[in-house]
Nanobody, 114 residues
């Protein structure tokens, strides 16, 4: 089993920045991919960004150039630096980890509003 604990969500004005963190514990030796999805009420969960153990990354087109995903393997933590935030980035953000199974964090709310 893997446990994921997220932090860093909150409210910010358009154009502002936030950094999300997700710390993994438990059977962390099994983890290879980590990343973030987001989901608004009534909508499907969508991939925001992912990163492999080796550092390869992928991003949703809507966040390219604004969001950066990074990973500290020594701390078993993945980060999502979000810059130039827009109102349409408002969502609940979920950390995920893929190992012997797919694991999810509890979600953290990001609200972008003036």
């Amino acid at each position: 089993q893997v446990q994921l604990v997220e932090s860093g969500g909150g409210m910010v004005q358009p154009g502002g920045s936030l950094r999300l963190s997700c710390a993994a514990s438990g059977s962390i030796f099994s983890i290879y991919d980590m990343g973030w999805y987001r989901q608004a009420p009534g909508k499907q969960r969508e991939l925001v960004a992912g990163i492999t153990t080796g550092g390869s990354t992928n991003y949703a087109d809507s966040v390219k150039g604004r969001f950066t995903i990074s990973r500290d393997n020594a701390k078993n933590t993945v980060y999502l630096q979000m810059n130039d935030l827009k109102p349409e980035d408002t969502d609940v953000y979920y950390c995920y980890a893929i190992g012997d199974s797919r694991y999810w964090g509890q979600g953290t709310q990001v609200t972008v509003s003036s």
